[in-house]
């Protein structure tokens, strides 16, 4: 029998098992522990969604181990339950996501034994609360828990070993407004455009004018994306997003709205971390908000493609004529 046809033993086991007397000679299978395994019910959904929010931060969620198998069991059953990092890229491969682990202080959780009784197919609970308030960002985060052990030793059914905790959190955005700019630089670009007639330095972005804006090098030579560009903000600031205004003219807007975009924040401009990738909405202003938050005096923009002045092709040139971050 494969490990997947495992998957169907719960439904013919609560026919076999609501029989008041023994299964009689196993229905002749030679060797019935083979068919014997503990698994996690609610893992048959693939994933566990949980939604915070700011009038509920916390939830409890309670976990059961099954017990599945061709003979009834004999003698209770401990299994330990408990957080499996490891399986965080195994969850993002096979659903192509780049989802974060669960920060430790955002769950009470620790691994724990619960128990199957003699004569049961289900434990008792495994309870775990997850808290909104120290979470940083409104994810998407994920959480494995998994069967880390039993004893006695009973094998465990693969497809069923870990329950994927999918964690996000509803915010109202728009009670973070930009913060004040005044004394804010640029620490560096990758490339603007000088000639005699067109001048596009970065700093154009922190001048307040929606009349001038940054370009990237389009003349002698039109540089290709990805570009990049990192504000200096002098303090540190948590970072929930960002707002674009699209590059105006009197011919309307222009091409060079960042479209696909990934955010990094730094204490010192030496190291970096990354707040994710994104794909900014297009706009005369575009306000992108972030899944993770992060704090530092740094933001730094790495721009692999951007909008065309009617919103669609992908455009070689970056133009932003107002940046701010909230």
Not at 28 to 43: C, H, L, M, Q
Not at 140 to 150: N, R
Not at 157 to 168: A, H
Not at 233 to 256: N, P, Y
């Amino acid at each position: 029998m494969k490990e997947s046809n495992y998957l169907l033993l719960p439904l013919a086991l609560s026919a076999v098992l609501s029989c008041s007397d023994p299964v009689q000679a196993n229905y002749g299978v030679e060797n019935p522990d083979d068919y014997t395994r503990v698994y996690i019910s609610k893992a048959f959904n693939g994933e566990l969604p949980v939604i915070l929010t700011d009038e509920k931060p916390d939830t409890t969620l309670n976990i059961y181990v099954n017990y599945g198998g061709l003979v009834e069991l004999s003698s209770p059953v401990s299994v330990t339950l408990g957080t499996d990092a490891s399986r965080q890229d195994a969850f993002n491969t096979s659903h192509g996501t780049d989802y974060e682990l669960l920060p430790s202080e955002c769950v009470s959780e620790t691994s724990q034994t619960v128990t199957i009784p003699a004569g049961k197919t289900n434990s008792e609970a495994y309870r775990i609360t997850i808290s909104g308030k120290n979470l940083p960002g409104r994810g998407p985060y994920v959480l494995p828990v998994s069967i880390l052990s039993s004893s006695p030793s009973i094998a465990v059914n693969e497809d069923l070993r870990t329950l994927f905790v999918v964690v996000s959190k509803e915010v109202d955005m728009t009670k973070f407004t930009p913060y004040d700019r005044t004394g804010w630089s640029i620490q560096s670009c990758s490339s603007y455009t000088q000639v005699s007639n067109e001048n596009t330095p970065p700093e154009n972005v922190l001048d307040g004018d929606e009349s001038t804006f940054w370009g990237t090098e389009w003349t002698p030579e039109r540089i290709q994306p990805p570009h990049t560009l990192a504000i200096d903000m002098k303090t540190e600031h948590v970072v929930h997003g960002l707002v674009f205004r699209a590059r105006i003219d009197d011919k309307g807007q222009r091409g060079g709205l960042p479209k696909e975009v990934t955010v990094e924040v730094s204490p010192d401009a030496q190291s970096w971390s990354s707040a994710g990738h994104y794909t900014s909405p297009f706009g005369s202003e575009s306000r992108l908000t972030l899944n993770k938050w992060l704090t530092g005096r740094y933001v730094r923009l790495t721009i692999q493609s951007c909008y065309n002045a009617n919103g669609s092709n992908d455009f070689y040139q970056a133009a932003i004529s107002e940046l701010n971050i909230f």
